[in-house]
C-alpha cells in the first residue's frame, strides 16, 4: 500500500461533525431524504450514481420508435449517456492527473464523478458532502468497485475541508457551488490546491445581461433550496482568490437538449420547464469554468 491509499481505518466510519449553521443543517436534511428516480433510476443504468445534469445532441437512434415497449427505459439510458458525457467534459478540463495526483470533488453527492474521476486518471478522490446518506451510499459503491482505497467520501463542509495546504492537485465542484458564499468557497480551494492546481465548476448561473434573477430562477431556488449565483460572481470571487480562468465555456444550448428530453420522461419532477424556459429567454445559463491556482 502506497501512502496515497486509504487504510481500513480511514475508510471506516468516522466522526461527523455537526452542521455549523443552521442553512447547513437544513440542506443535510434535504439530501438526505432526497430519493427521486430521476437520479437512482439513472445510475441504475450502469452503477454510476450522479447529482447533476447532462449535455450533447439526444441519440433518436437509439431511443427507437416511439411505440416501442422499450422505449422508456431507453430513454433512461440515454439521459443517464448524457449526464455521465456532463462529467466527461469536466474532467477534460482538470488536464493531465496521474496516481500520485489528489483529487478533490466538493458536493460529491452519492459519488459518481469520484470514480469517473479514478477511473479515468487512476488518481486518488477525496469527496465531501453534508449529507451522511450520500457519503455511505459513495463508500459502498467505492467498496462494491474495489476502489475503496483510493475513492472515499466524508461529512463535512466544502468550506472548511479535512486537507493541507496545497494538497490537491485538482478539485472541482459539479451543481454544488450554489449551496455557499462563493468567496468562502473559492478561499478554500485556493487554499488546498497546489500551486498551478487546476479547479473547475459546472454550474448554473443567472446572467446578469437579464438585468436580475428571473422567476424561473427563483422557481429552481425554490425547488431546491440553494442560491443561484451570477455568472459575474464567479469570476470576480475567483479572481479575489488567485483562481485564473483558463477557459469560460456557455454549455447553455449543450444542456438544452437533456432537459427537452427529459421533460417528455416519466422521471419528470415538475422543475423541467423553469430550466428549459430561461434557458431559452437567456436568464439562466449553464457555464463551465476551468481556473488554475497562481
Not at 458532502?129 to 451510499?137: C, I, P, Y
Request: glycine share 8%; with cysteine.
Amino acid at each position: 500500500m502506497t501512502s496515497t491509499e486509504f487504510t481500513t481505518a480511514d475508510t471506516a466510519a468516522a466522526f461527523v461533525p455537526a452542521p455549523a449553521t443552521p442553512y447547513q443543517g437544513d440542506i443535510a436534511r434535504y439530501w438526505n431524504n432526497e430519493a427521486r428516480p430521476v437520479n437512482l433510476r439513472l445510475g441504475d443504468v450502469d452503477g454510476l450514481y450522479h447529482h447533476h445534469y447532462g449535455v450533447g445532441e439526444v441519440d433518436h437512434a437509439a431511443l427507437g420508435d416511439p411505440d416501442d415497449s422499450e422505449r422508456e427505459k431507453k430513454l433512461i439510458t440515454e439521459l443517464h449517456r448524457l449526464e455521465s458525457a456532463q462529467a466527461d467534459v469536466l474532467m477534460e478540463h482538470l488536464g493531465a492527473r496521474g496516481h500520485d495526483d489528489m483529487l478533490v470533488d466538493a458536493g460529491c453527492g452519492r459519488g459518481g464523478s469520484m470514480v469517473m474521476a479514478h477511473q479515468r486518471f487512476g488518481s486518488k478522490v477525496e469527496g465531501v458532502t453534508l449529507s451522511a446518506k450520500q457519503a455511505d451510499f459513495a463508500n459502498q459503491r467505492a467498496g462494491e468497485l474495489r476502489i475503496q482505497d483510493r475513492v472515499r467520501a466524508r461529512v463535512c463542509n466544502m468550506l472548511d475541508m479535512p486537507f493541507e495546504t496545497g494538497e490537491a492537485a485538482g478539485s472541482w465542484n459539479n451543481e454544488s457551488s450554489m449551496y455557499v458564499d462563493l468567496h468562502d468557497l473559492f478561499a478554500e480551494h485556493s487554499r488546498i490546491l497546489e500551486i498551478g492546481g487546476r479547479y473547475v465548476t459546472i454550474t448554473g448561473c443567472w446572467n446578469p445581461r437579464y438585468g436580475q434573477p428571473s422567476k424561473w430562477v427563483s422557481q429552481i431556488n425554490a425547488h431546491f433550496e440553494c442560491n443561484i449565483h451570477s455568472r459575474r460572481e464567479y469570476l470576480r470571487a475567483m479572481a479575489d482568490n488567485r483562481l485564473v480562468p483558463q477557459a469560460v465555456i456557455d454549455l447553455t444550448p449543450a444542456t438544452l437538449p437533456y432537459w427537452e428530453l427529459r421533460a417528455t420522461s416519466s422521471l419528470v419532477t415538475g422543475i423541467e420547464e423553469a430550466f428549459i424556459e430561461s434557458y431559452k429567454d437567456g436568464s439562466f445559463q449553464y457555464v463551465l469554468i476551468a481556473a488554475d491556482r497562481v
